[in-house]
């Protein structure tokens, strides 16, 4: 088959003005009288892309851990996701322009001193430039040596895969207590780097099954996919929804029995304040209530748009769960949706398939 | 799904049923009825120990003004967490089709009943006057009295006695087709009461599709319940807003260790009954591997908890979990803080060595170590929070008195008794799974 056929060929523009809007509006925003609003979404928008570029390498590594042959179309899906690491790496640099506006405690929130031995900026870059270079290198070097022991060229990178798992999970605590919880600077909680890795990952595979039902026909063979591989799936995005969910009812619960003041300010805010009360409900109906009863059911799961139309659901939704974890601490009462969220989020969107597609262009699907 | 071949090459089916079956035969001899008196002791001077706590009062166990919970809660989360890993094994290994768990997923069963038996005795004793215990549960009284739902003890009650029903019932209802082989080799009473555990199994074409969706059935509802009891049993200590309990990632951390501790438990009853009824080529040494690999991610994830609180803790600023866990780490239980990070911390990590995770020998020693390293993490929880709290005025240390331990050292007994008792008289490995996975590989293969 040519391979042109499964790849982007006119839609290439399109990703391409993409791409251009969301960088424009990305200098604009950050131009402007209220850069905030531009840089929490940015943030917003790099979480997202960045877990799920990752979590492509870390669904392949742990397919490998387990010897598990059920995966091994879907996680092609999955590796296929890993070329936005690189482009993720300047994302994050370019954050330091805006670190005025995105960490409180720079300038607007007063923190104590033993904090800010941690919490200080050259600290936070370096410590996280470091850990996701080190996460891409990994990631890089897993799948193609994956690759190759397919092809019987080397043994399996077994030792390669703890080793990116182990990086994974430390890296992602370390960046959900820097980018998420520092935010509100006095606020803490102590699942919250294993709530957010568990997120990351959910999304992941969430994305894999998107791109596996609406990227068919642009990016593998038709067919490629096969029914046990989309029950399979959807099994694993089921229990991997309930996983998350009760994850964050642990988090719940506890800090709503406890009642402390420094912790509830948090919870207040994001569950009884609207319009974050609105969203947070929303976070729960996509990312929850929504697989947990069309994939319960094995038509749900077999049936492709119905589990790519949840999957795009659970992807909707894990972009408002950062959104409510990220945007009420910085602009805690004001609440805009407009094109600047719009096209920053297009711009990364843009990136990410970009990235995808010059993966796919050297390395088919087969 | 994982083709290995995880059974000796040799292995034929009527080897398997009379290997295991024969066991119940056999006259075990002289050290197995040594073994039963000991145990029988055990028990005895553990209902000593409890009667005279039942006499006395409380008073006569350690507790305190401060620790007023003391060994005896400890003890009840090391047993349910020992309870765990057999439902991990028996329906979450199912479900993921991993084919390993095919012979040593009835001991593990056996395990967890027993274990959940051990634990739920505990919270009855703990809270005192044990004839009032039926209190625990709500049902319509002439007192017009209801139990507190607030109370994350009362939720233990549900929680606890669920997973209890659903295990036991899983346990059972997998039994049944070994329990028809058996009920057709024994005459007489024996055989009787094994036809009433047969429940009228035939071995039909339709008793067998019935029998698969129920088994998959109950695998589907085990699982949630294995990470819905611990986590639960965690919010006994995290629902409080005592520092080092009150932390939110206990749920997820009481799950792994739970799984962790039970996982160490498997490995060190399947070692010594490999050994004394020469299971090895059913139970190979590709099993112990397996297990000790579970055993590491869970021992992972147990150390991540521990770091993540310690950092938490510094990084929260709250004085109060600072000095708590500066003084767990440095006070009057530092060293059992120590103890407990080398056994669940450091030494598992010697798994990572494959030398290490193929020797069942040295497995078993880990297991040791784990087994103890588990009990001392509760222990350090718990008591080590509860002497040191807010109030300089009411620190003060608690040491468990001889009842205390004597009531342990019951329930170890009683536990090892049901266990023995088991092997004794049912089949130790699930017969039709074992013999299906050699010639049609039926179970623990694609399910739907």
Redesign the interface.
Known sequence: MNQDNFILKNSRLIVLAFILLGSLFTVIGALSANPTRMWQIYLVNFLLWTGIAQSGAVFSAALEL?????GARMRQVAESMVFFLPFSLILLLLMIFGADYIFPWLSKVN??E??KI?LNLPFLFGRNFIGLTALTILSFAFVNRRRMADQKKNERPRSLA?VLL?AY?VVY?IIS?DFIMSLSP?W???????HFFTACFYTGIAMILFTAVFGRWRLFPENFMQDNDF?DLGKLVFGFA??WM??LW??F???W??N?P?ETEFLQLRLFEEPWRTISWLVIVFGFITPLVILLN?RGKLNQWVAGSVASLILIGSFFHLFVLIVPSLMPHHFTFGLMEVFVTLGFLGLFVLAQDIRLRKIPIR | ????NYFAPTLTADQVSDQVLLQSLKNPGKPFYLALALFGGMIIFGLYCLFTQIVKGLGVAGMNNPVAWGIYLVNFVFWVGIAHSGTLISAILFL???RWRTSINRIAEAMTVFAVIMAGIFPLIHVGRIWFAYWLFPYPNARMLWVNFRSPLNWDVFAVSTYMTVSALFFIVGMMPDMAVLRDRFQGIRGKIYGLFAMGWRGTHKQWHHYETAYLLFAALAT?LV?SVH?IVS?DF????LPGW???????YFVAGAIFSGTAMVITILFPLRKIFKLENLITDKHFTRLAQMMLLTS?IVS??YL??FF?A?????IYEQATFYNRAFGFYGPFFWLMIFCNSLLPLTI?FKKIRSNPKILFLISLLVNVGMWLERFVIIISSLAHDYNPYAWKNYTPTYIEWGVFIGTIGGFLMLFFLFVKFAPVVAISEVKGQIFHDVRGGEH?
């Open positions: 387990t010897n598990a042959t059920w923190i104590s033993t904090k941690y703890v182990l999970v605590t207590y006095h803490y909680s102590t699942i919250m780097g294993m029950h309930i996983f009760s994850l642990s988090q619960l506890i800090i029995y406890g402390l420094e094995k | 799904m994982d083709k290995e993921f089709r991993s949630p990470i986590s919010w995290a629902m409080s807003i009150h932390s939110t990632i206990f749920a997820p992972l991540y908890s993540t609180e938490i510094w990084y929260g600023n709250n990572f739907d």
